[in-house]
Each structure stands twice: as C-alpha cells, then as structure tokens.
C-alpha cells in the first residue's frame, strides 16, 4: 500500500468532523508550499537577471529618480 492509500484509510476512520480538519490542514499545507514555491522562483528569477551586473557603472543619478511637480 502506497502512502496516500494509508492517508486515506486512516482518513476514511475518522469523525467528519476529525476529516474536515485533515481536509484544512492538507489546502494549508498545499498554500505553503505553492507560496514558497513561488518566493523561491522569484528570487531565481531576479538573481538571474541581475548577474554579472553588480560592478556595473550606473548611467543615472539620484536626481533623475526623483519626480517633479510643477
């Protein structure tokens, strides 16, 4: 028997009660890992495109980042 045939026999023995808590806790746990999935991928993505530009002079300064209102 696999694990997620064991996850559902023990499931299947609960209360409905005890089985809508292992329900919540499994879309939780889903939610993590979708997010922290997510985190890491963004943080690949931006180190990726970033590379080999750190020592890079820039061609702006901190008054062209500036807005101004007339």
Known sequence: M??????????KELPELKQIEVLDFIEKLRL????QDNIEW????????????????SHYSLN????SFS
Do not use: F, P, Y
């Open 2 to 11: 696999n694990l997620a045939n064991k996850i559902i026999k023990n499931v």
């Open 32 to 35: 993590k890992t979708e997010r």
């Open 42 to 57: 963004s943080t690949l993505s931006l180190s990726s495109a970033m590379r080999g530009m750190e020592n890079e002079q």
């Open 64 to 67: 062209d980042l500036k807005e």
